[in-house]
């Protein structure tokens, strides 16, 4: 079964933002096994993929 869906964002500020729970959200009940695929549709953004075990991970990101 393949299902897409689009979701769209608040604009926010420059930085690093965890949108976790909003994909979660508006993915609806997910099986338990699978793939999801997230596309970012704007010129000026970017995705990363984190750990987000410490805070300083942000701040990391930001230098560099």
Do not use: C, W, Y
């Given at each position: 079964?393949?299902?897409?869906?689009?979701?769209?964002?608040?604009?926010?500020?420059?930085?690093?933002?965890?949108?976790?729970?909003?994909?979660?959200?508006?993915?609806g009940?997910?099986?338990?096994?699978?793939?999801?695929?997230?596309?970012?549709?704007?010129?000026?953004?970017?995705?990363?993929?984190?750990?987000?075990a410490?805070?300083?991970?942000?701040?990391?990101?930001?230098?560099?």
């Amino acid at each position: 079964m393949v299902t897409q869906k689009s979701i769209t964002l608040q604009a926010m500020p420059r930085g690093f933002h965890l949108i976790t729970g909003h994909i979660l959200n508006a993915s609806g009940e997910l099986p338990d096994q699978g793939l999801m695929h997230v596309l970012i549709q704007h010129t000026s953004a970017g995705l990363t993929l984190n750990e987000n075990a410490d805070p300083s991970v942000r701040d990391d990101f930001e230098s560099f």
